[in-house]
């Protein structure tokens, strides 16, 4: 069965300290990674996909497929960065289904 | 020129109704979803569908069916509403084969 492990309910961290969101998964196949931002009164968007290498308002992710974990990072938070975030492998030919973890809470204290 | 939309934003019913929520999206997309996220903000997939296929996540009841009437639009039809269908609801799209999918703003289900 496919599933998604974010260890962390809820993170606080201080404004300019590094932030690390962990992320395990355990899929069949091959998934591609997807990390997910719900911002507060905002609808779920992508925040950033691993296919693309990107780095998405400093957020990066890096896959680990030894380990099978996408751990989202950022070296310097920002009180904007206040959200919660979901991580999201998922495959798919036609209809792309995506398992979301439970998410995260960053708080970022100013 | 919102992208994906839902009605109602907020549904508070009576258990034994049955209720639908609307999803419209206009983004020319293809493909439609309906997640559900509970209590404790865990978002579960359960159904995707496009012109030619549903995939039903196999731990959804069998009270819960979607209803396309065309592509821009997914419904999502309730039967007999039971107490632990309180959550929000979301719908999202995407095309065929692409991997971003957008969301709509949600819609929470309240069944007293």
């Known amino acids: 069965a496919q599933r998604v492990t974010q260890p962390e309910k809820l993170l606080s961290v201080f404004k300019g300290a590094p932030v690390e969101l962990k992320c395990n998964y355990s899929?069949?196949?091959?998934?591609?990674l997807f990390w997910y931002v719900q911002y507060s009164r905002q609808r779920l968007q992508l925040l950033l996909r691993h296919i693309s290498r990107e780095s998405i308002k400093g957020f990066t992710a890096d896959l680990n497929k030894g380990e099978t974990s996408f751990h989202l990072k950022k070296p310097f938070a920002q009180e904007e960065d206040s959200a919660m975030y979901y991580c999201?492998?998922?495959?798919?030919?036609?209809?792309?289904?995506?398992?979301f973890g439970k998410g995260t809470k960053l708080s970022v204290i100013p | 020129d919102t992208a994906v939309s839902q009605t109602p934003k907020y549904l508070v019913t009576q258990m034994g109704n049955d209720k639908s929520i609307k999803c419209e999206q206009n983004?020319?997309?293809?493909?439609m979803y309906w997640y559900k996220q509970d209590s404790k903000k865990f978002l579960k997939i359960m159904f995707s569908y496009n012109n030619k296929e549903l995939i039903i996540n196999e731990t959804v009841p069998n009270r819960f069916s979607p209803k396309s009437p065309d592509k821009a639009h997914l419904n999502l039809h309730i039967n007999s509403l039971e107490l632990g269908d309180s959550a929000v609801y979301f719908c999202a799209s995407s095309n065929r084969g692409e991997d971003t999918q957008y969301f709509g703003p949600g819609t929470r289900l309240t069944v007293l």
């Open positions: 983004l020319g997309h293809d493909t």
């Open positions: 999201a492998p998922g495959q798919g030919a036609g209809s792309y289904q995506l398992t």
């Open positions: 899929y069949s196949g091959s998934p591609e």
